[in-house]
Nanobody, 128 residues
Framework: QVLLVESGGGLVQAGGSLRLSCAAS????????KGWFRQAPGKEREFVAA????????NYADSVKGRFTISRDNARNALYLQMNKLKPEDTAVYYC?????????????????????WGQGTQVTVSS
């Protein structure tokens, strides 16, 4: 099995920055695609960003383009989300997810149902 653990969430003022991390353990050799999702109270879980194994291909939700950057360090089995220019509407629980796919293309598979493993989430709160 695979265990994903997020960290780095917290309270920040609008315009500020946070960096989320996701540590993977277990059968990580089988993990290729990774992504970040978020869920605000009363709303469905939504896609934020995704990245392929090599890091050469990424995809972002329109609402975060130009502000968020997804990256990964395969040697450390880590996934990151750098969030800049945060807005109150970015407030949500952020989840790390992974997909078993040797040829993962983040532009084709980026819905929650297309990912196999999930972390427990980390809260991000942006105050106005």
């Amino acid at each position: 099995q695979v265990l994903l653990v997020e960290s780095g969430g917290g309270l920040v003022q609008a315009g500020g920055s946070l960096r989320l991390s996701c540590a993977a353990s277990g059968r990580t050799v089988s993990i290729y695609g990774k992504g970040w999702f978020r869920q605000a109270p009363g709303k469905e879980r939504e896609f934020v960003a995704a990245i392929n194994y090599s890091g050469s291909s990424t995809n972002y939700a329109d609402s975060v383009k130009g502000r968020f950057t997804i990256s990964r360090d395969n040697a450390r089995n880590a996934l990151y989300l750098q969030m800049n220019k945060l807005k109150p509407e970015d407030t949500a629980v952020y989840y790390c997810a992974a997909r078993r796919d040797a040829s993962y293309n983040p532009n084709y598979y980026y819905t929650a149902s297309q990912f196999d493993y999930w972390g427990q989430g980390t809260q991000v709160t942006v105050s106005s």
